[in-house]
Protein backbone atom coordinates (compact mmCIF):
# COMPACT_ATOMS: atom_id res chain seq x y z
CA UNK A 1 0.00 0.00 0.00
CA UNK A 2 1.47 3.24 -0.94
CA UNK A 3 1.01 6.26 1.45
CA UNK A 4 0.08 9.98 0.16
CA UNK A 5 -1.27 12.94 1.82
CA UNK A 6 -4.80 12.60 0.52
CA UNK A 7 -7.51 14.01 2.92
CA UNK A 8 -9.59 10.50 3.06
CA UNK A 9 -12.75 12.04 4.50
CA UNK A 10 -14.17 15.44 6.77
CA UNK A 11 -17.41 14.53 8.12
CA UNK A 12 -18.84 16.69 11.13
CA UNK A 13 -19.60 13.60 13.23
CA UNK A 14 -23.39 14.15 15.35
CA UNK A 15 -23.32 15.32 17.96
CA UNK A 16 -19.44 16.49 18.58
CA UNK A 17 -16.20 15.11 19.34
CA UNK A 18 -13.40 15.84 20.98
CA UNK A 19 -9.77 13.96 21.78
CA UNK A 20 -10.10 10.07 19.81
CA UNK A 21 -8.04 6.91 19.98
CA UNK A 22 -7.80 4.87 17.05
CA UNK A 23 -7.89 0.86 17.03
CA UNK A 24 -4.12 -0.59 17.49
CA UNK A 25 -5.42 -1.66 13.77
CA UNK A 26 -6.39 1.17 12.27
CA UNK A 27 -9.80 0.71 10.69
CA UNK A 28 -11.51 2.08 14.03
CA UNK A 29 -11.87 5.34 15.63
CA UNK A 30 -12.99 5.84 18.94
CA UNK A 31 -14.72 9.12 19.32
CA UNK A 32 -16.20 11.00 22.29
CA UNK A 33 -19.22 13.45 21.86
CA UNK A 34 -17.16 16.21 24.03
CA UNK A 35 -16.70 17.02 27.92
CA UNK A 36 -19.23 19.47 27.80
CA UNK A 37 -22.06 17.54 26.13
CA UNK A 38 -24.91 15.54 26.98
CA UNK A 39 -25.03 12.50 25.01
CA UNK A 40 -24.42 8.92 26.75
CA UNK A 41 -22.67 7.34 24.77
CA UNK A 42 -19.40 7.40 22.08
CA UNK A 43 -19.50 6.88 18.77
CA UNK A 44 -17.24 4.36 17.08
CA UNK A 45 -16.25 5.00 13.86
CA UNK A 46 -15.01 3.42 9.81
CA UNK A 47 -11.50 5.28 10.32
CA UNK A 48 -11.88 4.87 6.41
CA UNK A 49 -14.73 6.39 5.70
CA UNK A 50 -16.25 8.35 8.62
CA UNK A 51 -19.20 6.18 8.55
CA UNK A 52 -20.51 5.73 12.41
CA UNK A 53 -20.85 1.58 12.97
CA UNK A 54 -21.52 1.44 16.66
CA UNK A 55 -22.74 3.51 19.64
CA UNK A 56 -21.42 2.68 23.11
CA UNK A 57 -23.65 4.18 25.49
CA UNK A 58 -21.93 4.91 29.49
CA UNK A 59 -22.37 8.69 30.26
CA UNK A 60 -22.14 12.14 29.28
CA UNK A 61 -19.72 14.46 28.92
CA UNK A 62 -17.02 12.05 27.59
CA UNK A 63 -13.69 13.58 26.26
CA UNK A 64 -10.23 12.34 25.85
CA UNK A 65 -10.60 8.36 24.80
CA UNK A 66 -7.64 5.97 25.62
CA UNK A 67 -6.64 2.85 23.79
CA UNK A 68 -3.51 1.64 24.86
CA UNK A 69 -1.04 -0.94 23.90
CA UNK A 70 -2.59 -3.83 25.71
CA UNK A 71 -6.30 -2.53 25.60
CA UNK A 72 -8.82 -2.30 27.14
CA UNK A 73 -10.45 0.97 25.73
CA UNK A 74 -10.62 3.73 28.63
CA UNK A 75 -13.56 6.02 28.66
CA UNK A 76 -13.60 8.86 31.25
CA UNK A 77 -17.08 11.15 31.26
CA UNK A 78 -17.04 14.92 33.44
CA UNK A 79 -20.88 13.72 34.27
CA UNK A 80 -21.75 15.60 37.39
CA UNK A 81 -24.23 12.95 38.29
CA UNK A 82 -21.89 10.98 39.93
CA UNK A 83 -20.94 8.66 37.12
CA UNK A 84 -18.01 11.02 36.39
CA UNK A 85 -16.34 9.59 39.53
CA UNK A 86 -15.67 5.99 37.43
CA UNK A 87 -13.29 5.05 34.55
CA UNK A 88 -15.09 3.62 31.76
CA UNK A 89 -13.34 0.00 30.18
CA UNK A 90 -14.88 -0.92 27.03
CA UNK A 91 -14.11 -4.24 25.30
CA UNK A 92 -12.90 -3.71 21.85
CA UNK A 93 -14.40 -6.94 20.78
CA UNK A 94 -17.54 -7.53 22.45
CA UNK A 95 -18.38 -3.80 23.76
CA UNK A 96 -18.99 -4.53 26.92
CA UNK A 97 -18.63 -2.15 29.15
CA UNK A 98 -17.01 -2.35 32.56
CA UNK A 99 -16.12 0.47 35.20
CA UNK A 100 -14.15 0.90 38.22
CA UNK A 101 -14.49 3.80 40.88
CA UNK A 102 -15.73 5.93 42.41
CA UNK A 103 -12.41 8.23 42.46
CA UNK A 104 -12.53 11.03 44.55
CA UNK A 105 -13.70 13.65 42.11
CA UNK A 106 -14.52 13.51 38.51
CA UNK A 107 -11.14 11.74 36.92
CA UNK A 108 -9.56 13.90 34.27
CA UNK A 109 -6.80 12.95 32.07
CA UNK A 110 -5.26 9.23 32.63
CA UNK A 111 -3.15 7.01 31.50
CA UNK A 112 -2.46 2.87 31.40
CA UNK A 113 0.49 1.29 31.47
CA UNK A 114 1.13 -2.22 29.53
CA UNK B 1 -4.80 -6.36 29.22
CA UNK B 2 -3.65 -3.26 31.14
CA UNK B 3 -2.53 -3.87 34.90
CA UNK B 4 -2.95 -0.12 36.46
CA UNK B 5 -3.87 2.85 35.15
CA UNK B 6 -2.93 6.78 36.65
CA UNK B 7 -5.71 9.26 36.49
CA UNK B 8 -5.22 13.04 37.38
CA UNK B 9 -8.57 13.83 39.43
CA UNK B 10 -10.87 17.14 40.30
CA UNK B 11 -9.67 18.68 43.63
CA UNK B 12 -6.76 16.53 43.66
CA UNK B 13 -3.13 17.57 44.29
CA UNK B 14 -1.56 14.42 43.44
CA UNK B 15 -3.15 11.36 41.51
CA UNK B 16 -4.71 8.54 41.99
CA UNK B 17 -3.71 4.67 40.87
CA UNK B 18 -6.08 2.06 39.88
CA UNK B 19 -5.02 -1.66 39.74
CA UNK B 20 -7.30 -3.18 37.16
CA UNK B 21 -8.02 -6.42 38.09
CA UNK B 22 -8.61 -5.84 41.55
CA UNK B 23 -10.75 -2.26 41.27
CA UNK B 24 -8.30 -0.93 44.11
CA UNK B 25 -7.83 2.57 43.94
CA UNK B 26 -4.64 4.33 46.00
CA UNK B 27 -4.29 8.27 46.57
CA UNK B 28 -0.63 9.47 45.94
CA UNK B 29 -0.08 13.29 47.39
CA UNK B 30 1.62 15.96 46.78
CA UNK B 31 3.13 16.98 50.25
CA UNK B 32 4.16 20.69 49.11
CA UNK B 33 1.94 22.44 46.06
CA UNK B 34 1.18 25.87 45.52
CA UNK B 35 -1.75 27.48 47.97
CA UNK B 36 -5.22 27.06 47.17
CA UNK B 37 -7.35 24.43 45.27
CA UNK B 38 -5.79 22.34 42.45
CA UNK B 39 -8.98 22.21 39.77
CA UNK B 40 -7.84 19.40 37.56
CA UNK B 41 -4.18 18.95 37.23
CA UNK B 42 -4.05 17.91 33.33
CA UNK B 43 -0.98 16.35 32.30
CA UNK B 44 0.18 12.85 33.11
CA UNK B 45 1.84 9.94 31.68
CA UNK B 46 4.30 6.66 32.05
CA UNK B 47 7.83 6.97 30.47
CA UNK B 48 7.95 3.84 28.29
CA UNK B 49 9.34 1.52 30.80
CA UNK B 50 7.22 1.96 33.21
CA UNK B 51 9.40 2.96 36.01
CA UNK B 52 8.07 6.72 36.30
CA UNK B 53 4.78 8.69 35.95
CA UNK B 54 5.42 12.59 35.26
CA UNK B 55 2.75 14.91 35.68
CA UNK B 56 2.07 18.10 35.20
CA UNK B 57 0.38 20.49 38.00
CA UNK B 58 -2.09 23.53 37.72
CA UNK B 59 -1.95 26.10 35.34
CA UNK B 60 0.04 28.29 37.84
CA UNK B 61 2.24 26.52 39.30
CA UNK B 62 5.29 26.10 36.72
CA UNK B 63 6.59 22.53 37.62
CA UNK B 64 6.19 18.80 36.48
CA UNK B 65 6.10 15.88 39.16
CA UNK B 66 8.22 12.73 38.78
CA UNK B 67 7.02 9.65 40.48
CA UNK B 68 8.55 6.73 40.77
CA UNK B 69 6.43 3.43 40.48
CA UNK B 70 8.80 0.93 41.34
CA UNK B 71 5.36 -0.45 43.25
CA UNK B 72 2.69 0.89 41.10
CA UNK B 73 -0.02 1.07 43.98
CA UNK B 74 2.47 2.48 46.51
CA UNK B 75 4.04 5.55 44.08
CA UNK B 76 7.11 7.72 45.71
CA UNK B 77 7.98 11.41 44.42
CA UNK B 78 11.19 11.44 42.98
CA UNK B 79 11.58 14.90 41.87
CA UNK B 80 9.78 18.31 41.32
CA UNK B 81 11.19 19.35 37.91
CA UNK B 82 10.99 23.45 36.90
CA UNK B 83 9.28 24.74 33.40
CA UNK B 84 11.37 27.53 32.14
CA UNK B 85 8.69 29.44 30.99
CA UNK B 86 7.89 29.64 35.04
CA UNK B 87 3.95 28.73 34.27
CA UNK B 88 2.33 25.27 33.86
CA UNK B 89 1.83 22.53 31.60
CA UNK B 90 -1.19 20.74 29.51
CA UNK B 91 -0.02 17.56 28.23
CA UNK B 92 2.63 15.71 28.41
CA UNK B 93 4.21 12.55 25.98
CA UNK B 94 7.67 10.78 25.61
CA UNK B 95 9.34 9.15 22.72
CA UNK B 96 8.60 5.79 22.08
CA UNK B 97 12.21 5.02 23.01
CA UNK B 98 11.46 6.56 26.26
CA UNK B 99 14.72 8.92 25.83
CA UNK B 100 12.52 12.44 25.64
CA UNK B 101 9.68 14.09 27.54
CA UNK B 102 7.77 16.58 26.12
CA UNK B 103 5.83 19.02 28.02
CA UNK B 104 3.22 21.19 26.62
CA UNK B 105 2.32 24.55 27.79
CA UNK B 106 -0.94 25.95 29.06
CA UNK B 107 -3.52 25.61 26.81
CA UNK B 108 -3.27 27.93 23.74
CA UNK B 109 -0.24 29.74 25.66
CA UNK B 110 2.64 31.67 23.31
CA UNK B 111 5.21 29.82 25.45
CA UNK B 112 7.02 26.55 24.12
CA UNK B 113 7.21 22.72 24.57
CA UNK B 114 10.31 21.83 26.81
CA UNK B 115 12.04 19.03 25.80
CA UNK B 116 13.22 16.89 28.75
CA UNK B 117 15.91 14.29 29.01
CA UNK B 118 13.62 11.75 30.37
CA UNK B 119 16.40 9.60 32.33
CA UNK B 120 18.06 12.77 34.18
CA UNK B 121 15.03 14.52 34.06
CA UNK B 122 17.24 17.64 32.71
CA UNK B 123 15.46 20.54 30.43
CA UNK B 124 16.97 19.87 27.05
CA UNK B 125 15.60 23.19 25.51
CA UNK B 126 12.37 23.91 23.74
CA UNK B 127 10.41 23.83 20.76
CA UNK B 128 7.54 25.06 19.34
CA UNK B 129 4.22 24.71 21.11
CA UNK B 130 2.02 22.04 20.24
CA UNK B 131 -0.30 20.38 22.64
CA UNK B 132 -1.01 17.97 19.97
CA UNK B 133 2.06 15.66 19.13
CA UNK B 134 2.49 12.17 18.39
CA UNK B 135 5.26 10.62 17.19
CA UNK B 136 5.27 8.49 13.48
CA UNK B 137 8.56 6.77 12.04
CA UNK B 138 8.64 5.75 8.47
CA UNK B 139 10.64 3.30 7.07
CA UNK B 140 11.33 3.42 3.67
CA UNK B 141 8.98 5.49 2.91
CA UNK B 142 6.18 3.67 5.32
CA UNK B 143 5.29 4.10 8.18
CA UNK B 144 6.80 1.38 10.49
CA UNK B 145 6.24 2.48 14.39
CA UNK B 146 3.23 5.17 15.52
CA UNK B 147 3.80 6.69 19.02
CA UNK B 148 0.86 7.92 21.25
CA UNK B 149 -0.29 11.55 21.90
CA UNK B 150 -0.52 10.13 25.80
CA UNK B 151 2.33 8.71 27.75
CA UNK B 152 1.73 5.40 27.95
CA UNK B 153 3.68 2.15 29.04
CA UNK B 154 5.48 0.00 26.62
CA UNK B 155 6.96 -2.68 28.35
CA UNK B 156 6.11 -6.12 26.14
CA UNK B 157 4.98 -8.88 28.86
CA UNK B 158 4.37 -12.43 27.78
CA UNK B 159 1.97 -13.62 31.07
CA UNK B 160 -0.77 -11.70 32.14
CA UNK B 161 0.15 -12.80 35.54
Same mark, same amino acid.
Given at each position: ?99 IGPY ?11 | ?106 ? !? #?? /??? @???? %????? *?????? !? #?? /??? @???? %????? *?RVGD ?13
Amino acid at each position: MSYDDAVLWNRAIDPDIDRLAIHPGGQLLYVPTWEGGSADFINVLDASTGDVVRKVYFSNRSHDTLFPLSGPLFQESKAEDGSGKYLYLIDPQSYAVSRIGPYAGFSGPLRSMA | MSRYVVNNVAGLWGMQVAELKSGRIVTASLAEHPPGEPGLLHGIGWTPDEREVWQSSSAGDPHVYVWSMRDPMAPVLLERVSMKSRRGAHWLTFDIEGNYAYVAPNK !S #SD /DAT @EVFD %AHTHK *SLGLIG !S #SE /DMI @EIDF %ADGKV *SRVGDQYGVGRVVRTSTN
